[in-house]
């Protein structure tokens, strides 16, 4: 499917040597999606991305169903990933009620997921950040007396729909209060891809003045404004290693129309091992995957590595 050779090998300066891609197709990629997948397709998909080679795939979340109906099949559709590494399969929790049921199904990667701005704070979670933050609080402590790994998901950190302009300051703080609560990493959420490289490189700036470490810090990107790929490279250039990708582009986000998808599994695969730098995917699988689940909804990829690749098949 891919090009023999292609594309070229040439490392640049200063970048990291292997990137850890955080896979979230299976969960923020359909979240969205208005018909309701299958739990025997969901499922399918999972596992086919873990043989592509995705160290992480996020797999679902256990929200109450009435807030995200396509995932209400979580404790149907976890116990069909038996076969994988728990450690592999990230899943979101919102409060302690959704940890007690991730945890009775073995799950071993948890995420909770805040907001740098109030008006997406009441509009996902209904509470204010601070209100988010003492909810966080019990269920971090808790997943992590059972040794359960804990990423703090922080959504608008480079720009809001309804406050525009996100202050630097105010990102900064909620990420400093989700580390101190104990999470393991944090991922920085540009959830309406507004986001420019100088904007990414003067916010990891700050989160290191801040005593926050790159090595604690990964990067969820949307490409609304076509920026994520910069984006990307502008983060590992301040030496991220983990960055958030959805295969196909899938994704975007109920509670802000104006996300739209996110960077595509196969872009960012393609760049990165076009820099030389490992990520242990198979970029064939990848699109093949991509390919089927595109015909599954029933609708082409926004991925243009996909469509250039799958087009010389």
């Known amino acids: 499917m891919t090009t023999a050779g292609l594309p070229m090998q040439v490392p640049a300066e ?14 923020d990629g359909l979240q969205n999606e208005q018909t309701v997948v299958p739990t025997e397709v969901k499922a399918e998909f999972v596992h086919r991305l873990a043989d592509a080679g995705l160290p992480l795939v996020e797999a679902t979340s256990f929200v109450h169903p009435k807030w995200v109906p396509q995932l209400a099949d979580a404790e149907e559709l976890f116990p069909r990933l038996a076969d994988l590494d728990p450690h592999r399969l990230p899943v ?21 997921f805040g907001s740098a701005t109030e008006s997406f704070a009441k509009a996902n979670l209904n509470r204010t950040v601070d209100e988010a933050l003492a909810m966080f609080t019990p269920v971090v402590r808790r997943a992590k007396d059972a040794g359960v790994h804990v990423r703090g998901y922080l959504s608008m950190c480079f720009g809001d729909p309804w406050e525009g302009p996100v202050p630097l300051a105010q990102t900064v703080r909620v990420c400093r209060a989700l580390l ?52 990307t490279y502008a983060a590992l250039q301040h030496g991220v290693t983990t960055v958030d990708a959805s295969a196909g582009g899938l994704g975007g986000c109920p509670y802000a129309k104006s996300a739209t998808g996110n960077l595509a599994t196969e872009d960012l695969v393609w760049m990165l091992h076009g820099l030389g730098i490992e990520t242990g995917v198979d970029l064939d699988r990848l699109i093949a995957t991509s390919v089927w689940m595109a015909d599954v909804l029933g609708r082409p990829s926004p991925s243009r590595t996909l469509r250039a690749l799958s087009h010389k098949e």
């Open 180 to 231: 101190d609560l104990g999470c393991d990493e944090l991922s920085l959420g540009d959830t309406i891809g507004v986001a420019t490289p100088g904007h990414v490189q003067h916010l990891l700036a700050a989160l290191n003045e801040a005593g926050v470490p790159t090595s604690k810090l990964g990067v969820h990107f949307h490409d609304t404004y076509g920026q994520a790929l910069a984006n």
């Open 92 to 112: 979101l929790v919102p409060n302690d009620r959704g940890l007690d049921r991730a945890l009775a199904l073995g799950a071993r990667r948890i995420a909770v």
């Open 14 to 27: 200063g970048l990291p040597t292997r990137v850890r891609i955080h896979e979230v197709g299976a969960r």
